[in-house]
Structures are given as C-alpha cells and as structure tokens.
C-alpha cells in the first residue's frame, strides 16, 4: 500500500494521521443525561478505530449545558470531564488512531433544549428565530461572547490535559459559529456583525484565544460551510455567504493560527446538501415528535412529514436546490453496477469543487466531507488536489471496516451504504446506527444486533473481565 495515495501519511503542522481517512463528526445520544459519559460512547469510537480510519473527529462535544445541541452527548464543560475523554483517547490509541476532539455550541440551532434550558432562550449572534424548526434564541451581548470565547478556550484545555490528539471548531452546518459567520443570518450592528470581517471575529477571536490556552504546538482544524444555501428551504431567507467569503474566511482563520480546513456544506443540519440522499418520510414522521416541544415551527412540519398529502410541499422545498448543483468531477466508471454507479454519481464528493477552490487559496491541508466511499474516486480527488484527506460518516456507520476493504484492494464495500440517511432519521429517538434492511438481507434481528452492539461490552462486564474500573467522570 506504500504507492496508494490513501495510506500515506497525512502530515499537519503538529500532528501525522496514518492515512487520509478520518471517521467524520457523527453519533448517537449514548451519554448521561448530565453530560457525562458512558462505557457506549468509548465501544463507538473504539468501532471506526479498530476499523482501519487515521483519525476520528468525535461529534460535537459542547463547551457548555447552554450551547448543547441535545442532550445524552458527552460535554467538556468541566474539568470533571477531562478523566472520560482521556479514557476515550486511550482506546482509540489502541489502533493507532487519533481522536480529534470537535469543541461546538449550538447558538440558536438547539434541536433539544434539555431541562436545564427550559426556560431560557438560546444564544446566538440574532434575536432571528430559525426559520425552519422555529427555534427562538436571543442576540449575545458583547460579554456574553466575551464569556463564550473563554469557554471555548477552557475546553481547548481540558482536550489537551486528556491527552487527545487536536480540535475541531464546528463552525459549519448552522451551529453557532456559521450563526456569526453567515450573512443570511447575523444581522448585528455592532463589531460582531455587518462586514464579512466583522461576522468572522467571533470565530477568529475564539481562534486566537485557543492558540493563548494550549499554545502553538497542539492541532488546531476548523470545520466551515463553503457555500451557505442559507434559502435552500426557506427561499424567503437571505442566501448566506458565499464561496468567495469562505476562501476569505478560511485565510484569516489560517494566519490566526489553524492547522487545517474541514469542508462542508449547508447553514443549517441537516441540510439538503448535508448530509445528501435520500428523505424518507415513513421514518422522520415517527421520530420527529422528539421535537415538537422545541420550535415554533415544529408542529407545522410534523404536520408535513405525517401526512402523505402533504409531503409533496416539503419535498418541493426540500429538493430543489439539488438541481442548481454544479456537476460532480469524477464519474464511476470504475462500477460495473449501473444502478450503484448512479448512486455514487448522485451522493459522492459533492463538496469537491468548492474544497479544491479553497486548497488554491491555503496553504494548510484541506479536509472534504462528502458520501465518500470508493477508493479510486477518493484516490482521484487527493491526486488532483481537490482535497488532501477524506472525511465519512454515513458509509463507517454502514461499513466500520471500509479502510481495511480498501487495504484489501476493493475498490467498494460488498454491501455500500445506499445514501438513504435512516440512520440520521432514527438518532432523536432510536440508537444511532445503519437502518437499512436491504444490507442485512431483510434479517430485521440481524440488523437489530448491529445497532445494539455499541452497548456491548457493557461497564460492568468490562470491569469484571478486566478486574479494573473505567472512570467515566
């Protein structure tokens, strides 16, 4: 494998990632209601390292109960958390895998409030509501970004005093950073909104105060929305920032002290174009009540995704950005399959263009996310310098061992995962894993074992096989 661009290593300024596959930022809500984890969350990661990936970026890990997405997903608000993430660290190290921590916060996009948040509004960079959901939020006062800086600072810390292995800021996908960042959302008057500068000085100043916590020797990656679609639902909104500001973005971030770029799609997630595939309603109308308590808007689309005569609206909306796509760079002629190929073809590499747009214009590595899958596609978009490293999530969930397929010399898994994003669909209420009966030859319990054996082996039977104790803080 010495000649295959794949398994060569990754080489950032403070860190070396054993090949260009890394496990991208996804779960499911394994962890304590208290943000603290669990034995699950060590069994998941311990999955995708085992599986061959040079590096695993965990999903997000909030810097504080009030930024958190939902609840049951491990925090880093505390110092009584550093002694779990270390554990976590520990077992991916096992494999010669690295685990990058992503720092987040939620801003106004808090699909689950929690208990704890009840009663508050969320923060953001806008008194907006989230047009999709109805999420009410507040505009943060400068103080409160002033606060919020820090806490991004003390996790940065605390994921260093673990011992893992670098950051990631999740500043894409409609979280709090890409609320300050896009222009189709922040609408403040103040230093932190109106020219595209201003809009990126809360992500730069966060930078900044992470190089002064943890110094200039640890790794430090961003993750960014290239191109926002912030009206790809909403056609109402404003569109958000364009690929021309993200470039510009993405320099500022570099000189204030980045190591690398992660690129993705979208100013809100899910996303029409993140993660792509398939809508399916027989799912999502079974699941979606988790949140009908947390939105003014929700009831609206409960009722759309219940109703199959209603659907259609939602469809429209959902599907139409996908035809103004610029077309993908790569086809599958290497597939014999025709239907397969026009999977791939339709979901594959989707944000190739606008990674390699943004590589022109760094000089630090450039991460992709993207339906990746295929070993010559990948191989082709690092070779052609679209990217220099691959990030999958929906494709490790379906097939954990797909590195070790490719060591193998298979070009795609024996059964690839079909795009149709169940498994995304089932996380607000169900375990997070592959849903696709047509993967386990309709053996409905066979698939069932698969999802339920990140419970396995359990705290209790580890520590009585071991004769030691996993401090899960």
Same mark, same amino acid.
């Given at each position: ?19 260009? *596959?890394?496990?991208? +930022?996804? &779960? @499911? !809500?394994?962890?304590?209601?208290? $943000?603290?984890?669990? =034995? ?59 685990? *990058?921590?992503?720092? +987040?916060? &939620? @801003? !106004?996009?808090?699909?689950?409030? $929690?208990?704890?948040? =009840? ?63 896009? +222009? ?8 932190? $909104? ?280």
């Amino acid at each position: 494998m010495e000649t295959d661009i794949i398994f060569e290593p990754l080489k950032f300024r403070n860190l070396t990632v054993k090949n260009r *596959i890394f496990r991208s +930022s996804i &779960s @499911g !809500r394994w962890d304590n209601y208290d $943000g603290s984890g669990t =034995q699950a969350r060590i069994n998941w990661e311990e999955k995708f390292a085992r599986g061959g990936v040079g590096a695993i970026i965990t999903s997000f890990v909030p810097v504080a109960i009030r930024g958190r997405i939902m609840p049951n997903y491990a925090t880093i608000d505390c110092d009584e958390r550093i002694p779990f993430w270390q554990k976590v660290g520990e077992k991916v190290h096992e494999y010669d895998c690295k685990l *990058i921590l992503q720092l +987040s916060h &939620s @801003g !106004r996009q808090q699909d689950i409030a $929690g208990v704890e948040n =009840q009663n508050l509004k969320a923060l953001s960079s806008t008194n907006k509501t989230e047009p999709l959901h109805g999420f009410r939020c507040q505009a943060m006062t400068l103080e409160e970004i002033k606060d919020t800086i820090q806490l991004f600072a003390d996790g940065a810390r605390r994921v260093r005093e673990a011992g893992l292995d670098g950051i990631e800021l999740h500043s894409a996908n409609g979280y709090l950073f890409t609320q300050f960042l896009s +222009s189709g959302i922040n609408d403040r008057q103040d230093e932190y $909104g109106g020219s595209l500068e201003n809009r990126a000085r809360f992500l730069l100043d966060v930078i900044r105060a992470i190089r002064k916590e943890v110094g200039n020797d640890f790794h430090l990656q961003f993750k960014i929305s290239a191109i926002d679609y912030n009206n790809a639902v909403t056609f109402w909104e404003k569109p958000g920032n364009t690929l021309a500001d993200s470039i510009q973005i993405c320099q500022w971030a570099q000189e204030a002290g980045v190591d690398a770029v992660h690129v993705s799609t979208g100013s809100l997630f899910p996303h029409p174009l993140n993660p792509i595939g398939d809508f399916r309603f027989e799912i999502i109308r079974k699941t979606y009540d988790t949140m009908l308590s947390s939105g003014i808007y929700t009831f609206r689309n409960y009722l759309l995704f219940r109703y199959w005569l209603l659907r259609p609206i939602f469809a429209f909306l959902w599907n139409r950005v996908k035809k103004d796509l610029p077309p993908q760079p790569f086809s599958g002629n290497e597939v014999k399959d025709e239907e397969m190929r026009k999977l791939l073809e339709a979901n594959q590499g989707i944000n190739l263009v606008v990674s390699r747009e943004i590589k022109k214009h760094v000089n630090i590595p450039v991460l992709c996310t993207g339906g990746f899958q295929q070993a010559s596609y990948i191989r082709k978009a690092i070779n052609e310098a679209y990217c220099d490293g691959v990030t999958i999530a929906r494709p490790l969930v379906a097939n954990n061992n797909l590195v070790h397929d490719f060591a193998a010399g298979k070009d795609l898994p024996d059964k690839p995962c079909t795009y149709c994003n169940k498994c995304l669909l089932n996380v607000m209420e169900n375990p997070f894993g592959c849903y696709e009966l047509s993967r386990f030859d309709g053996d409905y319990e066979e698939m069932m074992r698969e999802v339920m054996s990140v419970f396995h082996p359990t705290h209790l039977e580890q520590q009585e096989s071991s004769k030691t104790s996993v401090p899960l803080g």
